[in-house]
Structures are given as structure tokens and as C-alpha cells.
């Protein structure tokens, strides 16, 4: 039952800090947990550890046991302890990484001195299984758009053996079994993403999914994600926003809540204000937000945006920005974009041209001259010869009479 160290020389633990009731010689030792194993029940990463109470503690009668379960969580990086009186325990681990689990064995009671005694650990260490060590999928995200929606797309790394093949498989807790993608998203014949219908989601609970891909001849190695699908919440972008200038010189902004499922008391806003070139940023929970006009501005430009808050969920994407809604005489901030595009482009052009056109205009007037201005080869080689040669009947302007020569 409780064996003694002096009699066995086991390795017993007290906890540190606890008084040894047994003196320093001899003090009692507790055996570990046996049969510890774990369970694959194909649910991607959803692991059974089940352990067994060990044979001398079966009969004990006048002293509590309880279990210390210790393991390495891969998707946090640190170890998690957990302390049941159960004998079986459900962790997510990432199969594609090495699955560590240790149980200890509590006992506290009259057989201790009312003292809790720790067992030394049953210890178990699963290696990663599956294809050949290989690139995996690059870049995996998932969006849940609207709340109505949710879809995951990846990208393949560069290094592939040869044409290969990927494939999504999903699991959640309401589910017997996992499943296939129910739409693929092709990029060309390449399946590159998977598109979730609302009905086949489920929130504050793990989603599990392997992406797996195969080439020609063997299997490669599959990737594991274990996700909260509630802090993957995208909202759609805000349509309506409407402005109201104050007489005080205030403007308030106004809007109406996103398109889609997303509870509006879930969201907080981003507003983004630009007024006389000072740009200012105002977050609230609230539908409105107002800002402070310098000097009475009377032009102006706003956009909102807005997404899941944290009592709704642990995080939760941005949506995108509305289109500005501007104050009467205002120049959007996309139309001062291309305004300032056309700017630079065309006025280089313009100052281009002014520098040219008289370089171009003096040049041209010179060929000019030249082609129709040049000395007679007659006697006077003053005299102008401004056409082509003409016959010896035909009189050319501003020729010399023959009693002036």
C-alpha cells in the first residue's frame, strides 16, 4: 500500500515546503500510475491519455488519490498540469510534433500524516507519425467572414517532389468523425483553400484540421492546426456613415453596424478623421463618434472600420475601411490621390513642354530659312533668291533691272 524507503529504497517525493512526519531515515513512498497509455481516435490531434490506479493503492481505504497530469502543450510551448481524480484526460496536441505526458499519483490521508505525498512520474513520449519529412504548406490563414462563413486558404512551398496533391480533413467535438473539405478553392487545377459553410462551424470549441498532401509515389508530411473559430471573426465593411457639422464647429460621425451575423454589441469601431491635414483616430463601442474641428474647418474627410471586441472574443480580424465620407468642399482622400498623381505626372510634362516648344519653334524657323533664303549665283550675290529656279521668262520677285547693275 505504502511502501517505506528505508525497507524498498524507492524514490518518493514530499512537496516542497511539507514537513517529513516520518524523520529523516525513513519516510513513505507512493508508486506511480500504471498501464499509462494514450489514444488515437482520429480526431486530428485530439488525444485520449488514460492511466491505471497502481496495484498496492487499490484497497486504501483511509486516504484520498488523486492524479497530477503534466503535458507539453505544442500549440502554447509550455507544459500544462492538470490534477483530477479521474483516470482519463482529452488534450489537443500537434501530431506533427513529439507528444510528451507525465502522471503522477497523490496521496494524502491518516495512512500520510495527513501529508500529500508525489509519486515519481509514468512517463510517456510518442514520436511525430506519417509521410516523409518534407516542406509543408506555407502560409496557412483562416478568415470567418461575417460570421457566416469561414475559409482557409494556404500556399505550397517551392520545393515539391513532383506533382502533388493536398487535401483538408476537419474535426470538431459535435462531430463523429472527421471530414473532407466540403469546397475546395483552386488557384488554376491546384487546390490552394476550403470554403466553410456556417452549418458545418463551431464556435468556442476546437476546430481541428490537417491539410495533407501526397505526391505520385508516398505520402508527405501533413500539417496540424487546432483553431477557436470565434477569434477568426472578419466583419464586412461599413456602408453607411453619415456626417453632422456642428455649430461650434464639431463634426459627429454616424454610422450603421456591419452586414451579417456578428452581434453589433460585439463589435468596437475604428473612425479615422483628416481635417485641415491633421489626422486623428477616435475607438469606441458606440455608433457615433465626434470630433473636434480646428478653426472651424469646413472640409474634412472619414472612414470607419470596425471588428470583434475582447469581451466577445480573445481577437478577431479588422474589417476593411469604409469609403470616406467628406464635408462639402472637401476633396476625398482619393480623389486628393489622383489629383496628386495627375500633379506630378502631367506638370513635369507641362514645364517639358514650355522648355521645348521655342527650342523647337527657333529650330524649325531656321530649317525654314535655310531651305528658302540663299545668295543668287548671279552677279549680285546680295540679291535674295527666295524659290525654287525658276525658267529664264519668268520674273522673280525682287530681281535687279539691268540698268541698275
Not at 514520436?127 to 494556404?154: L, N, Q, V, Y
Request: proline letters at 8%; glycine letters at 6%.
Amino acid at each position: 500500500m505504502v511502501a517505506s524507503l528505508c525497507s524498498q529504497g524507492a524514490v518518493g517525493r514530499v512537496p516542497f515546503g511539507t514537513a517529513n512526519p516520518y524523520g529523516h531515515c525513513c519516510r513513505p513512498a507512493v508508486n506511480p500510475p500504471a498501464d499509462l497509455r494514450i489514444t488515437d481516435p482520429g480526431h486530428l490531434g485530439r488525444l485520449r491519455i488514460g492511466w491505471a490506479l497502481p496495484p498496492a493503492l487499490k484497497n486504501v481505504a483511509r486516504c484520498s488519490v488523486r492524479f497530477q497530469l503534466q503535458y507539453f502543450n505544442t500549440y502554447q510551448d509550455r507544459w500544462t498540469t492538470i490534477r483530477t481524480t479521474h483516470r482519463s484526460f482529452h488534450a489537443q496536441f500537434d501530431l506533427g510534433k513529439e507528444v510528451q505526458v507525465k502522471v503522477f499519483t497523490l496521496l494524502r490521508g491518516p495512512c500520510t500524516n495527513n501529508s500529500e505525498l508525489l509519486s515519481p512520474p509514468a512517463e510517456l513520449v510518442l514520436k511525430p507519425s506519417g509521410g516523409d519529412i518534407g516542406p509543408k504548406i506555407a502560409g496557412f490563414s483562416c478568415i470567418f467572414h461575417r460570421k457566416e462563413f469561414m475559409e482557409c486558404t494556404w500556399n505550397e512551398t517551392g520545393d515539391q517532389p513532383g506533382p502533388t496533391q493536398t487535401s483538408l480533413f476537419y474535426w470538431h467535438k459535435n462531430m463523429e468523425r472527421a471530414l473532407e473539405c466540403p469546397g475546395y478553392i483552386f488557384s488554376g487545377a491546384e487546390r490552394v483553400g476550403c470554403s466553410f459553410p456556417l452549418d458545418m462551424l463551431l464556435e468556442f470549441s476546437d476546430f481541428n484540421i490537417c491539410v495533407n498532401r501526397s505526391s505520385s509515389n508516398r505520402p508527405l508530411q501533413p500539417a496540424y492546426f487546432s483553431l477557436q473559430i470565434q477569434n477568426l471573426v472578419k466583419p464586412s465593411v461599413i456602408e453607411t456613415l453619415k456626417l453632422m457639422a456642428h455649430p461650434d464647429g464639431n463634426v459627429t460621425v454616424e454610422w450603421s453596424p456591419p452586414e451579417g451575423r456578428i452581434y453589433h454589441r460585439c463589435l468596437e469601431f475604428e473612425v479615422e478623421s483628416l481635417l485641415d491635414g491633421i489626422m486623428e483616430s477616435c475607438i469606441t463601442r458606440e455608433m457615433n463618434c465626434t470630433f473636434e474641428a480646428p478653426s472651424h474647418s469646413e472640409t474634412g474627410c472619414f472612414r470607419v472600420r470596425s471588428r470583434v471586441h475582447m469581451f466577445c472574443a480573445d481577437k478577431g480580424f479588422w474589417s476593411d475601411w469604409s469609403l470616406p465620407r467628406c464635408l462639402p468642399g472637401s476633396i476625398s482622400p482619393d480623389a486628393s490621390a489622383l489629383m496628386k498623381m495627375l500633379l506630378s505626372c502631367v506638370l513635369p510634362v507641362a514645364v517639358l513642354a514650355l522648355l521645348v516648344a521655342p527650342l523647337l519653334l527657333w529650330t524649325s524657323r531656321k530649317t525654314l530659312k535655310k531651305r528658302s533664303c540663299f545668295p543668287t549665283p548671279e552677279k549680285n550675290l546680295f540679291t535674295p533668291f527666295c524659290s525654287s529656279p525658276a525658267s529664264s521668262t519668268e520674273k522673280l520677285p525682287f530681281q535687279l533691272d539691268k540698268a541698275d547693275v
